[in-house]
């Protein structure tokens, strides 16, 4: 199986801080990775896939980036309807596999 | 709007068949994949399996020697079972349509439902 390992684990931020997380998977994935927000007690939300595109209806503060093994999830300016769990997720093969998310509260 | 609701017992005994299904709105069961997820404190977000429009299904290795997944276009809904359950099968379980036209061949969830507790204890 492939590992998808994220960090960091949780982070604290503010509203307008620029948010960065880091994925990392154990084999080269090519651009097979997704990015998930999950609020509590709600379902995941496909937010970005294929690395870098924006699902509809996403806003553009969001974004992604990378290649092979070593992946990015940005969020420019946070808003407060950005306060969540954020998962990667990677579909080079099978079985799916998720990193273990961030999350990210108020400062 | 492509809607999904799972519905099934929140508790389930050792050794017993956990049982989940999930109901589709906005859609028909026939057009799309269909899959289940499920979410732990100790095991993350873990992907059990789906099913195709053919009814092809792929699953999880691990559980593969307990689990089924199935679709009835009747009632357009699809079904989860998991056989002789143990409490390390407790977890909010994820019912969704996956996307079959990725770029890798692997599908992947776009929409989910909104979960279901399901506890495994005597």
């Known amino acids: 199986d492939i590992q998808m390992t994220q960090s960091p684990s949780s982070l604290s931020a503010s509203v307008g801080d620029r948010v960065t997380i880091t994925c990392q998977a154990s084999?080269?994935?090519?651009?097979?990775l997704n990015w998930y927000q999950q609020k509590p007690g709600k379902a995941p939300k496909l937010l970005i896939y294929?690395?870098?595109n924006l699902e509809a209806g996403v806003p553009s503060r969001f974004s992604g980036g990378g290649f092979g093994t070593e992946f990015t999830f940005t969020i420019t300016s946070l808003q407060p309807e950005d306060f969540a769990t954020y998962y990667c997720?990677?579909?080079?093969?099978?079985?799916?596999?998720f990193g273990g998310g961030t999350r990210v509260d108020f400062k | 709007q492509l809607q999904l609701q799972e519905s099934g017992p929140g508790l389930v005994k050792p050794s017993e068949t956990l049982s989940l299904s999930c109901s589709v709105s906005?859609?028909?069961?026939?057009?799309?994949?269909w899959g289940w997820i499920r979410q732990s404190p100790e095991k993350g977000l873990e992907w059990i399996g789906h099913?195709?429009?053919?009814?092809?299904?792929s699953y999880k290795e691990s559980l593969k020697r307990r689990v089924s997944i199935s679709v009835d276009t009747s009632k357009n809904h699809f079904s989860l079972d998991l056989h002789s359950v143990t409490a390390a099968d407790t977890a909010v379980y994820f019912c969704?349509?996956?996307?079959?036209?990725?770029?890798?061949?692997?599908?992947?969830?776009?929409?989910w439902g909104q979960g279901t507790q399901v506890t495994v204890s005597s």
């Open positions: 294929s690395t870098s």
């Open positions: 099913i195709t429009q053919s009814g092809t299904t």
């Open positions: 906005g859609a028909s069961v026939a057009s799309y994949y």
């Open positions: 997720q990677q579909f080079a093969d099978l079985p799916l596999t």
């Open positions: 084999q080269d994935i090519d651009d097979y």
């Open positions: 969704g349509k996956l996307w079959s036209g990725s770029s890798s061949g692997v599908p992947y969830f776009d929409v």
